[in-house]
């Protein structure tokens, strides 16, 4: 049987440094070792490229190459002989790999050396296990394919989208044995990811934000590939610098809401949600230990997140059919009047003083507060939302739903006097516990 690269993945996790073997035109050989292997597919792999050495110079004349790795858990060796293709400085595989140096930098304390310039695109042209012995390989910590198949069933039911998100948290606890994560949807128009479900934090987080690019979400997102890293590392380490800012006392980031996250988050994953072209989300998991995810870990949360975005979509689809709402009476609860004021030039919210939402869903509660106190309105549907022009959806397929769930989440988060309950199919109440009072900015 013939050793395919994607058996031996276990080498590329940066556990043991590689070596690599080059020659210049005049057969003088070089050896050197190397921080990082990437699996790029079953013909290729990419390695590091941070320094003009003699590796480099040697490669650019003499493009062939032998590399050995070790697997560290079995200690079995392999030699790869390699040729050299091309190098990559931007891109998905430029930016995994970034990412995942970084964590390795951060890791042995060389953060301000390990800089990468390049990836170094190889093609595998034989591959052959070093004759020697070897340690039994440990048992597999679980089936991936099994708790896959258990997800895939326990989320098609999922009749919207907060049970669809809260099913796949729960498969990430109990299948894959993930007890920290979250799913952040994105919004095209503001380049940004907001969370919508959070699962193993003390805060959830519901509402946070991230900008594209940023962290290891947002290059996830920008690039549309997994970012996976293996080691703690402060480059990448977004939730803790805005956590840290946002307790930084009166005024600081008055309208963000801290994401949540480990305090000292040693492996983390972040996983784009595509359907189609389409960039839905991303789906993030972290651990407090080094190595908690592999690259099987990895096949297995691209296949969730990509069966999570299509069903995603398709909530969305079946919400633009829902039926108007009726009216009904006006609410009359009791107590002293809760003051709403809505600031237009970035639609945040306030009720008396507190900060509760910003953007889209600050704009859809504003909208359903001014109808609630000068109409009397308490019930609405999802489609006259969709076509309110004082809501300013950025366009018709817009996910509202994902917005109401966010407010309705927003509220419950805030213990606010306010809750938004669902009524039936892509209809929904509030249900004041005060009464509401529109306050001018």
């Not at 395919?4 to 035109?25: N, Q, S, Y």
């Not at 039994?136 to 989208?161: C, K």
């Not at 739903?401 to 606010?416: K, M, T, V």
Request: net charge negative.
């Amino acid at each position: 049987m013939t050793l395919k690269i994607d058996a031996i993945r276990a080498c590329f996790e940066g556990v043991i440094p590689g070596t690599m073997a080059t020659a210049d035109l005049d057969g003088t050989p070089n050896i050197s070792y190397l921080s990082q292997v990437q699996y790029v597919d079953s013909e290729h792999v990419a390695l590091t490229y941070q320094f003009f050495n003699k590796t480099r110079q040697n490669l650019l004349v003499n493009p062939h190459a032998l590399l050995t790795v070790i697997d560290p858990f079995t200690a079995a060796q392999y030699r790869l002989r390699l040729q050299f293709l091309r190098t990559e400085t931007s891109g998905p595989l430029f930016e995994s790999m970034k990412a995942k140096l970084a964590g390795i930098a951060s890791h042995v304390g060389m953060s301000h050396v390990f800089q990468l310039r390049g990836a170094d695109v190889f093609r595998v042209n034989a591959l052959e296990q070093v004759p020697g012995r070897t340690l039994p390989a440990p048992p597999p910590r679980r089936n991936l394919l099994s708790a896959l198949r258990s997800a895939s069933d326990r989320i098609r039911p999922a009749g919207d989208l907060g049970q669809l998100l809260g099913a796949a948290l729960d498969c990430l606890a109990t299948e894959f044995d993930i007890g920290h994560a979250m799913a952040l949807l994105y919004d095209d128009a503001g380049q940004r990811l907001y969370t919508l479900a959070s699962r193993g934090y003390a805060d959830s987080g519901v509402g946070s934000e991230i900008a594209l690019g940023d962290g290891v979400i947002g290059v996830a997102a920008r690039e549309r590939t997994p970012i996976r890293i293996s080691h703690m590392t402060s480059e990448y380490a977004y939730g803790r610098a805005i956590r840290d800012s946002a307790a930084g006392g009166p005024g600081a980031l008055e309208l963000a809401i801290p994401l949540p996250g480990l305090a000292e988050s040693r492996s983390q994953m972040a996983v784009p949600m595509i359907a189609g072209a389409r960039l839905v989300g991303v789906l993030y998991v972290e651990s407090p230990h080094d190595l908690r995810f592999s690259y099987d870990d990895e096949d297995a949360l691209v296949a969730l997140a990509a069966q999570l975005a299509l069903a995603i979509r398709l909530v969305q689809a079946d919400a633009v059919e829902d039926a108007p709402a009726a009216d009904s009476a006006p609410a009359q609860p009791a107590g002293e009047p809760v003051a709403v004021r809505h600031y237009p030039e970035n639609d945040s919210v306030f009720l008396d003083d507190d900060y509760l939402i910003k953007g889209v869903a600050g704009s859809i509660f504003s909208v359903l507060v001014h109808d609630c106190v000068e109409k009397g309105r308490t019930e609405f549907s999802n489609r006259e939302l969709r076509l309110d022009p004082r809501i300013r959806l950025p366009d018709i397929s817009d996910n509202l739903d994902a917005r109401l769930l966010l407010l309705s989440r927003r509220l419950a988060d805030r213990s606010a006097c306010v809750r938004i309950e669902k009524t039936g199919r892509g209809r929904f109440k509030l249900c004041l516990a005060r009464p509401l009072r529109l306050a001018d900015p």
